[in-house]
């Protein structure tokens, strides 16, 4: 069997993604997931310009060899962009040899080691009554975890708010901005270290000790900044901290687990298992945050999560409505097999997504399951992706008050 094609469909029904198509010269096709926010086209030359052309005439079922010629190959290593399209191309392989043994892909990860993925969802408000209408929204919407953002008194417009709880409760606020450039947002991390504690204390007195809450720091703390706020919050006992500080120094990592017991993760940003290598080797953090879409797919993450395993360190998936439903559905199956999961973050998409991506994973009872097509159970409708053409979208960025840039 060879591969016969690859096409790489860019669309945008509620926002940008990108998806990798393989087809095999029996006709068989796999889906890859290579959407990366605010640099989609990056990805999308990469793999038309440099990587299309090197799969031609490739024999399918060599993932990994494919996964390390392509990385070794290219000479210039890591980074977001490559790592995501190596990742497409690693999902499209595994889609298809699970289609062909016909198998739902966690099947051939080993099966099944739980019945569903626990999954969280993103609550927010800009004040505490309107957080609190969100966290029961999503509790009515059968999520058993439940991220909490709120607004930060004196500052505009905060990472994680919805601009307003969309008709369903999902969560309407599209991180990546459909402007020709990156949107300024304000920040004051003072203002944000002495607001926060409150917000989850009037959580806890309004939902109780064990509901499962979760925050998302959003790298914008110093070491000893988010050592303060993971102290501060262990009266409120989160399910974890995320992005509490910047992490390409991961040794900083050491000052703020010496402080706190709030459980940490990290990694979204990561793209290998070298951003990981001091984190989980000093058992620094408790989550790995990575998504299969940007970290080389299901081959690499499966690696990245086996060696997090040995020291007790959990998955916690990567979910926003920027990794597409076939990323999600990738994460789904990833999720099923491995021993060492903790929990995935499942932002919803936006209604028009799901014209274009037909996906069979299910939300039961707090946990998602991927289903049990062949594969990896996502089909993408080419005629109606033509219909949403990609639109140019940022992420935003920060600027202190004194107009320094600072990490969004
Ligand atoms: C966030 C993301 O979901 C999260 O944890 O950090 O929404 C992040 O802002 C976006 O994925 C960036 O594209
Ligand atoms: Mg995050």
């Known amino acids: 069997m060879k591969i016969s094609s690859a096409d790489v469909i860019v669309t945008s029904p509620d926002r940008n993604f990108v998806t990798l198509k393989i087809t095999t010269d029996e006709g068989v096709t796999g889906l890859g997931d290579a959407t990366l926010n605010g640099r989609e086209l990056a990805v999308a030359s990469y793999l038309r310009d440099h990587v299309v052309p090197l799969l031609l005439g490739r024999d399918p079922h060599r993932i990994e060899d494919t996964w390390q010629f392509l990385y070794r190959s290219a000479y210039w290593r890591r980074g977001p962009v490559t790592m995501s399209a190596i990742a497409a191309v690693d999902v499209a392989l595994w889609d298809i040899k699970a289609k062909l043994a016909g198998m739902p892909l966690y099947q051939l990860l080993g099966g099944a080691s739980r019945h569903g993925a626990l999954a969280y969802g993103h609550a927010s408000g800009r004040d505490v009554p309107q957080l609190l209408d969100s966290v029961r929204e999503h509790l009515e919407l059968g999520f058993r975890a439940i991220r909490i953002q709120t607004a930060v008194p ?35 991390t003072r203002a944000y270290l002495r607001h ?168 039961t009872d707090g946990l998602l399951h991927p289903g049990d097509q062949p594969g990896l159970g996502v089909e993408l409708d080419e005629q109606a992706a033509a219909r949403f053409p990609y639109v140019p979208a940022y992420l935003p960025y920060s600027r202190l008050h004194d107009g320094t840039v600072h990490d969004w």
């Open 196 to 363: 926060l504690p409150g917000v989850f204390e009037a959580v806890r007195n309004e939902f109780g000790p064990a509901l499962p809450l979760l925050h998302d720091g959003h790298h914008r703390m110093t070491p000893i900044q988010a050592a303060r706020l993971g102290r501060d919050l262990e009266p409120y006992d989160l399910f974890w901290l995320e992005d509490c500080t910047p992490a390409e120094n991961q040794e900083a990592l050491r000052l703020v687990r010496s402080h706190t017991v709030t459980p940490l993760a990290i990694g979204e940003v990561f793209n290998t298992v070298w951003d990981y290598q001091t984190l989980i080797r000093e058992q620094l953090i408790d989550y790995v945050r990575s998504a299969v879409t940007h970290t080389g797919g299901i081959t690499a993450l499966r690696k990245v999560l086996d060696f997090a395993a040995q020291y007790q360190i959990k998955s916690g998936i990567h979910g926003p409505t920027d990794i597409s439903p076939v990323g999600m559905a990738a994460a789904l199956h990833l999720d099923l097999a491995i021993h060492n999961f903790g929990i995935q973050e499942y932002m919803r998409h936006g209604p028009r997504t799901a014209e274009v991506f037909r996906q069979s994973f299910t939300f």
């Open 154 to 188: 004196g500052l505009n417009k905060v990472y994680g708010v919805a601009a307003q709880p969309g008709v369903d409760g999902r969560y309407d606020y599209e991180p990546a901005q459909r402007t020709p450039l990156p949107v300024e947002e304000d920040w004051d």
